[in-house]
Every structure is written in structure tokens, then in C-alpha cells.
């Protein structure tokens, strides 16, 4: 008797401790809705970067939404300048960049940092500049395809992915079908299956099973040269409404990545996309004003 007595109370505390997790991973902030944001007719932000602080006494999140630029080369854009000149004044204990993890990338130069990685790069080597850590504000792969695959298809989620981080890759006119192929077969493979842990069977691994899906997505052939862009900001079609979802997905993943953060740390530094500070920002707010 005496056993099943611990027994029971072992599992009621670790049902509890269960609980409390779940709940903690669970948590939504609050976010504006990409169909809200307010930019100007080409998507620019009102400066780049545009650059947000939130305080709340020893406690501070300093912001720094980027248009992302078309070309690293152009390492005197004032964009680079005025992300170092937001770091050195802030004085930041700990860095939140956008685009996976680089925290064990060692640039020799800013300048290197830069041309090979743009502001990530940048805010790589501003952070060893001071010893403190960079970490990566994006979710895994497989996380978010986890997400994604809980509201949508198997074909409506390829017709997405694929389109937005494997054909937008891709030159038109392609010359040579077999080599363009065998690099979606290597996409599938490598980065949706292994990488982001999908299971596909082998119909769906197939070209002609995303072709497929892409029409029935959008009510046309798929073509290379025509292909569908993503805007978040257009309400019509499910095609969009996908690539909202992703990003909404990561928004969470950030906010809550930044909210652990503040909990070991005063000061957190974070360079991301432009859209995600706007569409973030009463979730920053919720964030700061609970710190102490």
C-alpha cells in the first residue's frame, strides 16, 4: 500500500510539472495580422531599418526590422551603419538574428561578415565584438512543417514550400530537365524529409505530385516563369493564406524565444525582417511589461 501511495502522488506531481510545461509552450501572443500591417505601396518599412525599444525598467528589447537588401556587396549601405550604431549605443547582453543558427560562425572582418551573410552576418560579429551570444530567433524546420502539415494538406503544404524556398531558387528556362530534376528530388529528399522530418510517400515525392497540387492551389498550370509570389498582404487565395500561417508560426516562435530570453538576461538585441516587427509588436509590449 505504502508503494501504490508514492506511486500516485509521483505521478500526480509529474502530471503536474507536464502541465505546466505544456501550458508555458503553449502560450499565444498577441500579434497584428499581416492583412493589418500598414506599409507603403512597394512594402517598404518607414526606414531601414526601423528600429523599436521596449522598456520596463532594467529590462529591454531593442528591435531592429530590416528590409532585407537584394545585395551583401553593398556593405556601405547606411542599413549596415545604423544597425552597429543601435548595437554599440544599446550595449545589448545577448543577440537574436533571423535565418538559423550562426552562433559558431567566425567572420575575420565585419566586412566578411557582411558580404557573406548581410545583417546576420553583421550582428554576428558586432556580438563577438562585445563576447556575447547570438541566437537564433527561428524555429526549426520540422517544427514549423509540423504546424503547417496540423491545418493543411500534404499537397497545399508542398505547393507552398516548394514554390516559396525551392523554385524561386530556380532560373528559367530550364535547359536541362534531367539536372532540374534531380535537384528537386534532392530538395524533397534532403530538405523537406530529412531536414524538416516530413514522411511523404513516393507519389508525393514526385515533381509531377507537386505540379499537381500547385494548379489545384492557384487555378492555373504551374510555370516556372509565372510563378505565384508571396504576399502576406493579399487576402484572396488559400496560396496566401498559407504563407501568412508560416509566418505567423514563426512570429510565435520568436516571441517566445525573446520572452525566455529577458528572463536570464536585461537586454536583448534582435535583427529581423521588417513585416516581423510589425506584426510583433503587441506581443513585445505583453513581453516587456510582464518583465522585471
Same mark, same amino acid.
Given at each position: 500500500?505504502?508503494?501504490?501511495?508514492?506511486?500516485?502522488?509521483?505521478?500526480?506531481?509529474?502530471?503536474?510539472?507536464?502541465?505546466?510545461?505544456?501550458?508555458? %509552450?503553449?502560450?499565444?501572443?498577441?500579434?497584428?495580422?499581416?492583412?493589418?500591417?500598414?506599409?507603403?505601396?512597394?512594402?517598404?518599412?518607414?526606414?531601414?531599418?526601423?528600429?523599436?525599444?521596449?522598456?520596463?525598467?532594467?529590462?529591454?528589447?531593442?528591435?531592429?526590422?530590416?528590409?532585407?537588401?537584394?545585395?551583401?556587396?553593398?556593405?556601405?549601405?547606411?542599413?549596415?551603419?545604423?544597425?552597429?550604431?543601435?548595437?554599440?549605443?544599446?550595449?545589448?547582453?545577448?543577440?537574436?538574428?533571423?535565418?538559423?543558427?550562426?552562433?559558431?560562425?567566425?567572420?575575420?572582418?565585419?566586412?566578411?561578415?557582411?558580404?557573406?551573410?548581410?545583417?546576420?552576418?553583421?550582428?554576428?560579429?558586432?556580438?563577438?565584438?562585445?563576447?556575447?551570444?547570438?541566437?537564433?530567433?527561428?524555429?526549426?524546420?520540422?517544427?514549423?512543417?509540423?504546424?503547417?502539415?496540423?491545418?493543411?494538406?500534404?499537397?497545399?503544404?508542398?505547393?507552398?514550400?516548394?514554390?516559396?524556398?525551392?523554385?524561386?531558387?530556380?532560373?528559367?528556362?530550364?535547359?536541362? %530537365?534531367?539536372?532540374?530534376?534531380?535537384?528537386?528530388?534532392?530538395?524533397?529528399?534532403?530538405?523537406?524529409?530529412?531536414?524538416?522530418?516530413?514522411?511523404? %510517400?513516393?507519389?508525393?515525392?514526385?515533381?509531377?505530385?507537386?505540379?499537381?497540387?500547385?494548379?489545384?492551389?492557384?487555378?492555373?498550370?504551374?510555370?516556372?516563369?509565372?510563378?505565384?509570389?508571396?504576399?502576406?498582404?493579399?487576402?484572396?487565395?488559400?496560396?496566401?493564406?498559407?504563407?501568412?500561417? %508560416?509566418?505567423?508560426?514563426?512570429?510565435?516562435?520568436?516571441?517566445?524565444?525573446?520572452?525566455?530570453?529577458?528572463?536570464?538576461?536585461?537586454?536583448?538585441?534582435?535583427?529581423?525582417?521588417?513585416?516581423?516587427?510589425?506584426?510583433?509588436?503587441?506581443?513585445?509590449?505583453?513581453?516587456?511589461?510582464?518583465?522585471?
Amino acid at each position: 500500500m505504502k508503494y501504490i501511495t508514492l506511486l500516485l502522488l509521483f505521478s500526480s506531481a509529474l502530471l503536474s510539472c507536464r502541465t505546466k510545461k505544456d501550458k508555458a %509552450s503553449a502560450e499565444i501572443y498577441p500579434t497584428v495580422s499581416y492583412l493589418k500591417i500598414k506599409l507603403d505601396a512597394a512594402g517598404h518599412l518607414p526606414a531601414n531599418p526601423y528600429i523599436l525599444r521596449f522598456k520596463n525598467e532594467k529590462k529591454e528589447i531593442v528591435f531592429c526590422g530590416v528590409n532585407h537588401l537584394p545585395d551583401n556587396n553593398d556593405i556601405e549601405n547606411p542599413m549596415f551603419k545604423d544597425i552597429e550604431k543601435a548595437f554599440f549605443e544599446f550595449k545589448p547582453d545577448v543577440c537574436v538574428n533571423e535565418g538559423g543558427d550562426v552562433s559558431k560562425t567566425i567572420f575575420t572582418s565585419k566586412k566578411e561578415a557582411i558580404q557573406k551573410d548581410g545583417e546576420i552576418g553583421l550582428t554576428k560579429a558586432l556580438a563577438d565584438s562585445l563576447k556575447i551570444k547570438t541566437v537564433n530567433g527561428d524555429m526549426t524546420d520540422s517544427l514549423e512543417f509540423r504546424e503547417l502539415l496540423k491545418r493543411y494538406t500534404t499537397g497545399e503544404f508542398l505547393a507552398y514550400i516548394v514554390t516559396e524556398r525551392f523554385m524561386w531558387g530556380q532560373r528559367p528556362p530550364i535547359t536541362d %530537365s534531367v539536372a532540374f530534376k534531380g535537384n528537386y528530388a534532392k530538395f524533397i529528399g534532403g530538405y523537406i524529409m530529412k531536414t524538416g522530418g516530413v514522411k511523404l %510517400s513516393r507519389t508525393e515525392q514526385t515533381l509531377e505530385f507537386y505540379k499537381t497540387n500547385y494548379q489545384k492551389l492557384l487555378n492555373r498550370p504551374f510555370k516556372l516563369e509565372e510563378l505565384e509570389p508571396t504576399n502576406p498582404f493579399d487576402p484572396k487565395g488559400k496560396f496566401q493564406e498559407i504563407g501568412r500561417a %508560416s509566418k505567423e508560426i514563426r512570429d510565435q516562435s520568436l516571441l517566445r524565444t525573446i520572452d525566455n530570453l529577458l528572463k536570464t538576461h536585461n537586454k536583448v538585441f534582435v535583427v529581423f525582417g521588417g513585416w516581423h516587427l510589425l506584426t510583433c509588436q503587441p506581443g513585445l509590449k505583453q513581453i516587456i511589461s510582464k518583465s522585471d
